[in-house]
Structure formats: C-alpha cells, structure tokens
C-alpha cells in the first residue's frame, strides 16, 4: 500500500483575485481515516471539490489512488458525501440509492443488494418508500452516507457527516467510519467537529488561509505539551541562550509560554533554567487537545 | 450508459414533479376548447350559402394553422421551462454535487438531460398535434395530409430551444437564462413578421433583417415550414394565409442545414459551459 490514497503537490486554486488554496502538499495513506481541519473560508471545502473533479484547480496535480483527480477512473474510486447533503427531493429512499448505483456501473442485482444494505446500516430501512422531501435534515445525511457507501468504494470523502445528526447519529456515524478503517477504505473526513475526529482520525491536516500549517499523526500531534511560566529577571535571556523560543510571551507580569515535546523536555527546561539563577515561581502544565493545537494554530496563521 | 440514466431520470422528474399532469391539464383544456370553437365555427361556415367549398377549406385551414400555431407556441415555453435551471439549478440547489461526483462524463449530464426533455417534447408535441388534426378531421371531414409536416418541424424548434435554454444553463442563474431565451425567441417571432413584410414590400434590407434574426435563432424559419404546408393543405397558395401563424415562404434548404448545424453547436456549447465550470 505504497500508494496515497489521495496525493496533492503545489495545489492552487484562485476565484478571480481570491485565493482560496496557496499551495498544499498533501498525503493521504491507504487504510487510514484522515481529519481535514480549518476554520470557515479556510479552503477545506475547495480542496475537497478539487480531489473529487467539482472545481478545476489553477495549479497543481492532485491523484486519487494514483490517478488524476475528477478522472473517470478517480471518480469510480471515491464515495462522496456532500456537506449540503442536498438531494432530489421527489425520489423514493430506495429509488434514489438505486439511481447512484446505476451511475456507479452496479449492475442490478448488485443494486437490490447494495440497496438493502445501505438502508440497514443507517437505520432507514423502515422509510425506503417514502420520499426524501418527507426526511428530516438528520435523516438526509443518513441517506446521502448511504450513497457515499453504496458502491463499495475504496476511498470515502465525507464532508461534515455528522453535522445534521443527534448524539445516537453521531455515535453510528463514528462506528461506521470506525467499521470502514477495519475493512481497509481510506476515510478522508472533513469535519469541524473537533472531538468527532479526536475520536476516529489516525492522520489530520489543518488548514488556514489555503495553507496546510499542521499535518502528520494525530497523536503525535497531540503530544506536545503547552508551558506556562512565571519567571523572574534574568529569564528572557536565559531562554534565549538556550535556544528556547516562546511561542508568546507577556514579560510584564513575567508569563511566559512554551511548547515541549513531553514531560522530560519540561523538566529539562525547568533545570536549565533554575541553574541560570532564574526564579521559577509557576510552572503549569497544559495538555494539548485537538482544539488548542487548532485554535492556536488558526490564530498564529491569522496574525 | 449513464447517458440513458440520466435522460431517464430527467424524464422520471418531470412526470413526478407534475411537470406532465400540469401540461397535460392546460393542453387538454386548450384542446376541448378549440374543438368546440371548430365545431361552431365550422357549423357556421358549412351551413353559409355564400361561402364556396374553396373557401370554406381556406377557413378550415386558418382554424387549424391557427391551433398548430399555438401548440407550437406552448411546445416552445414548456422546452425553455423545463430546461431553464436543468444545469444552474442543480448546482444551487446542491443536487448536482454528489452526481456530478459520480463517474459520469459532464457531457452525458448535459446530453442526458437534452434527451429526456426532448423525449416528453415528442410525446407532447405528436400527442397533442394528433388530437388536433383528428378533431378537425372529424368535425370538418377535411384531412390535413400535410398537416403532418408541422409537428416535425415544431420538435426541431423545440429541440434547438431545448439546447439553447441547456447551454444557457450552464453559465447563467435559471431566471437570468429565462430572461435571455425568451427575449431571442420573442426576437426570432418578430423578425418572422418583419421578413413577411420585407417580402410583401419587395424591401431587401426588411427582408434580411427578417432572415438574420432567423439565424439568431431559427425556431421561426421552422415554423415556417410547418406553416407553408399547412397553407398549402388548405389551397390558400392565393395570398390568403399569412401573418403569424404562417408562412408563404418556406426555409430553404440552406436553412434547415443551418438550424441543424445551430443544434449541433448550442449542444458543443452547452457541453463545453458544463465542463468548464466549477461546482
């Protein structure tokens, strides 16, 4: 599986005299479920209509499990969930599952299977005959993510996926995602919910001002630690000379904040700096959840 | 494949989005009506002493030119109206997202949606036009053999509104296409009028303003084709029949090889709107 399942090199997209993406390099590995994060207006959903074929990128080339983005044979790789999950509102559930499976290449028995399966799993079978303009907002999404899985295929992009669903809806939607990784289908999640892909993302990559400004394991990610110091004279200079570099600092009250990659390095700094002859008189320590790392991040690209 | 998919659902839409029932409804009113208007009509007419066979056959033939004149003219909004948002409309609404995401050509969405409005036109157009020539068979006993012209050449006007109002589509918001579409075919009607008056007044600049206007866009040039037969049916070849609802002059080959090519290239056009634009 030496194949991303999505790879994007230089991409750039302008509207006119904006710039929605300036330039992303992207990796997704096979198997995975991947988390793309931003802020609105970020990019994300551009990026995501750019691998899919909906929007024509300016610069750049994007392959879909090796192929070009928004070729047939790209297209025939990827189940899509749209984050408007808007869908024609006079077909039946059944009926509408049935015609994406015929524009899939199903052939018909595939389909009456595929069909029932789908409307199990996301728990509208009970409503196959009734027409999507009798669904609610929640129950769209569930049938538009049966659409995106119908056809089987080995990349899924779901844009927001959960944003229209109950605590018991988002619960499925997370097993599923969840089901999917074991059976080996890349997940290329788009989402704002941050604890959702806390939750289900082994990869993320956040993005801000069409910039990606963290990628890699989210774990990985997560490890790193926030410091809050208050220190007395001599402590700026001290940072300084040992290469240390606040991420921001307040020296009027003497606060200042630092990353590290774990507990030794805190230690380590704690050390350095008591032997530089600099009082320490609070250290604190702050766990770095995905919406710090997301917030901090999105603002320092802001300023 | 996906081609016949998407024309199918085209055509599946319109039936259950009452599109059908509605046409069928209006038409089948206009219908009755203008059966018993003929009824009386001809009741009148057959039973005045001064009227002479010819003539009665000339008035016949005015009430049926009048009648396939304006089925013509109905054909002509339904085929705007039904593809006047078929691409825009999609998009805004968010429909076209997961489809066009679908491995489908742009061009089979475009090509698709041609051919399932252009199938319920011909079931429109052939039914409607049938009723039409069998009422005033029955009612008059004068069978319009070459009445039968009409209804071809009111499915090529329709089929060239149809991709015009489709290309349309692809670049401009329903209401903005809407606007844009009539106001040509209001264009193309007038300029019909003026072309007849041009050759009335044996005035040449009249007559090609008239002629240009049908290459702007040649639905009137075939509705003249309908109507010269349709005059000719009724053996008014004296100068009788005009105006609107017909035609002396009907296109000349160069131009219906003209209207032929003008639907190839709104259909290119419409393809090539479609695949160039972001979703």
Known sequence: MDQAAIRATGLRKSFGDTHAVRGIDLDVPQGEVFGFLGPNGAGKSTVVKIILGLVQASAGEVTVLGHPAGSLAARRQIGFLPETFRFHQWMHASEFLDFHGRLAGLDRDTRRKRVDEMLELVGLAHRRRDRLSTFSKGMHQRIGLAQALLAEPPLVVLDEPTSALDPIGRRDVRDIIRNLRAAGITVFLNSHLLSEVEQVCDQVAIINRGRIVAAGDLRELLAAREVELRLGEGAEAALRASGLQPVSEQPADGRYVLTAAGDEEIARITAHLAGAGVSIYEVQVRSNSLEDLFVRLADATDQ | ?279
């Open chain 2, 1 to 279: 494949m996906n081609l016949w998919v998407i024309a199918e659902h085209t055509l599946r839409e319109a039936v259950r989005r009452r599109v059908v029932l509605a046409a069928t409804v209006v038409i089948g009113g206009f219908l009755a009506l203008y059966g018993v208007g003929v009824w009386f009509g001809y009741r009148d007419i057959s039973t005045d002493p001064d009227l002479t066979m010819s003539m009665q056959r000339v008035i016949v033939g005015f009430m049926l030119q009048g009648g396939m004149w304006s089925l013509n003219f109905v054909a002509s909004l339904l085929a705007i109206f039904l593809a006047v948002g078929s691409i825009s409309g999609e998009i805004d609404q968010g429909t076209m997202h997961a489809v066009a995401a679908r491995p489908v050509c742009r061009a089979q969405i475009v090509l698709g949606k041609f051919l399932g409005n252009l199938m319920l036109l011909t079931v429109f157009i052939g039914v409607s036009t049938a009723i039409m020539i069998a009422v005033v068979s029955i009612i008059t006993g004068q069978y319009a053999e070459r009445a039968w012209t009409a209804p071809f050449a009111m499915l090529f006007a329709a089929a060239i509104l149809l991709a015009v109002t489709i290309a349309g589509s692809t670049r401009l918001g329903s209401l903005a296409n809407g606007v844009v579409v009539f106001t040509l075919y209001a264009v193309a009607l007038v300029g019909g009028v003026i072309e007849q008056i041009g050759n009335f007044l044996d005035n040449p600049v009249t007559f090609d303003i008239g002629i240009a206007t049908s290459v702007l866009l040649p639905t009137r040039a075939l509705w003249d084709l309908a109507g010269a037969q349709l005059a000719q049916e009724s053996g008014a070849a004296s100068g009788m029949t005009g105006g609107p609802f017909s035609s002396l002059n009907p296109p000349s080959g160069w131009m219906l090889l003209v209207a032929g090519v003008y639907l190839l290239l709104a259909l290119a056009y419409a393809i090539r709107g479609f695949q160039r634009r972001d979703i």
